[in-house]
C-alpha cells in the first residue's frame, strides 16, 4: 500500500502538474521530486518528519574508534 502512496503523490504533485520538454527533463524533474519528497517533505504518518529522518532515527549509533 506504501508504494501506491507514493506513487499517488508523485503523479499529483509532480507529472500531472507539468508539460515535459523531453523524457530527459521528465527523469530530472520528478528525480528532483522524489529527493525533495524523502528529504524536505514532511509526512503526517511519520510525526512530522520526512522519510530520511524517520529512518535515520532507526539506525544504531555508530561509535568512533578511540
Known amino acids: ?3 501506491e502512496r507514493v506513487w499517488r503523490s508523485i ?3 509532480e507529472i500531472y502538474l507539468r508539460a515535459y520538454d523531453s ?7 520528478i ?3 522524489i529527493e525533495l519528497y524523502n528529504r524536505k517533505r514532511p509526512h503526517s504518518s511519520l510525526a512530522d ?3 530520511d529522518e524517520a529512518y535515520f ?3 544504531p ?3 568512533s574508534a578511540a
Open 31 to 33: 528525480g528532483d521530486y
Open 61 to 63: 549509533a555508530i561509535k
Open 57 to 59: 532515527a532507526t539506525l
Open 11 to 13: 503523479k499529483y504533485e
Open 1 to 3: 500500500m506504501f508504494v
Open 23 to 29: 523524457v530527459s527533463h521528465a527523469r530530472r524533474s
Open 49 to 51: 518528519q520526512t522519510p
